[in-house]
Protein backbone atom coordinates (compact mmCIF):
# COMPACT_ATOMS: atom_id res chain seq x y z
CA UNK A 1 0.00 0.00 0.00
CA UNK A 2 1.11 3.44 -1.12
CA UNK A 3 0.91 6.34 1.21
CA UNK A 4 0.94 9.51 -0.37
CA UNK A 5 1.84 12.27 1.69
CA UNK A 6 0.07 15.66 0.55
CA UNK A 7 2.50 19.38 0.91
CA UNK A 8 -0.11 20.78 3.04
CA UNK A 9 0.55 18.02 5.50
CA UNK A 10 4.00 17.83 5.48
CA UNK A 11 4.20 21.77 6.00
CA UNK A 12 2.25 20.80 8.96
CA UNK A 13 4.61 17.76 10.25
CA UNK A 14 7.22 19.83 10.25
CA UNK A 15 5.51 22.89 12.00
CA UNK A 16 4.07 20.58 14.74
CA UNK A 17 7.48 18.05 14.68
CA UNK A 18 5.95 15.49 13.16
CA UNK A 19 7.82 12.12 11.56
CA UNK A 20 7.01 9.83 8.92
CA UNK A 21 7.37 7.15 11.41
CA UNK A 22 4.68 8.81 13.97
CA UNK A 23 2.37 9.22 10.76
CA UNK A 24 2.94 5.03 10.00
CA UNK A 25 3.17 4.37 13.83
CA UNK A 26 -0.68 6.30 14.25
CA UNK A 27 -2.20 4.74 10.93
CA UNK A 28 -0.92 0.94 12.26
CA UNK A 29 -2.21 1.38 15.97
CA UNK A 30 -4.70 4.01 15.98
CA UNK A 31 -6.72 4.68 19.04
CA UNK A 32 -9.82 4.98 16.90
CA UNK A 33 -10.51 5.73 12.97
CA UNK A 34 -13.73 7.93 12.22
CA UNK A 35 -15.08 9.10 9.10
CA UNK A 36 -15.62 12.77 8.52
CA UNK A 37 -16.98 14.12 5.19
CA UNK A 38 -16.57 13.42 1.74
CA UNK A 39 -14.81 9.97 2.04
CA UNK A 40 -12.45 11.51 4.85
CA UNK A 41 -11.34 9.54 7.83
CA UNK A 42 -9.82 10.78 10.87
CA UNK A 43 -7.57 8.60 12.79
CA UNK A 44 -5.79 9.12 15.96
CA UNK A 45 -2.89 8.00 18.33
CA UNK A 46 -0.39 8.11 20.91
CA UNK A 47 3.12 8.64 20.40
CA UNK A 48 5.35 9.35 22.98
CA UNK A 49 2.09 10.74 24.88
CA UNK A 50 1.32 13.16 22.64
CA UNK A 51 -2.11 13.07 20.64
CA UNK A 52 -1.47 13.19 17.14
CA UNK A 53 -4.90 13.20 14.52
CA UNK A 54 -4.59 12.14 11.04
CA UNK A 55 -6.85 13.21 8.02
CA UNK A 56 -7.04 10.60 5.02
CA UNK A 57 -8.38 9.25 2.27
CA UNK A 58 -8.62 5.88 1.99
CA UNK A 59 -7.69 4.60 -1.52
CA UNK A 60 -7.68 0.51 -3.16
CA UNK A 61 -4.09 0.64 -3.14
CA UNK A 62 -3.13 4.18 -1.29
CA UNK A 63 -3.51 5.78 1.90
CA UNK A 64 -3.31 9.80 0.84
CA UNK A 65 -2.72 11.85 3.96
CA UNK A 66 -4.40 15.50 4.01
CA UNK A 67 -3.27 16.50 6.93
CA UNK A 68 -1.71 16.55 10.59
CA UNK A 69 -3.05 17.75 13.43
Keep these: MNIIITYHAKIRMKQ ?3 TNLEILH ?3 YPIHIRK ?3 GR ?6 VRNRKIKIIFI ?3 NYIKI ?4
Excluded at 66 to 69: A, F, G, L, N, R
Aim: hydrophobic fraction near 45%; glycine fraction near 14%.
Design 66 to 69: ITVI
Design 41 to 46: REAVGL
Design 58 to 60: HGR
Design 26 to 28: VLQ
Design 36 to 38: IHE
Design 16 to 18: RGI
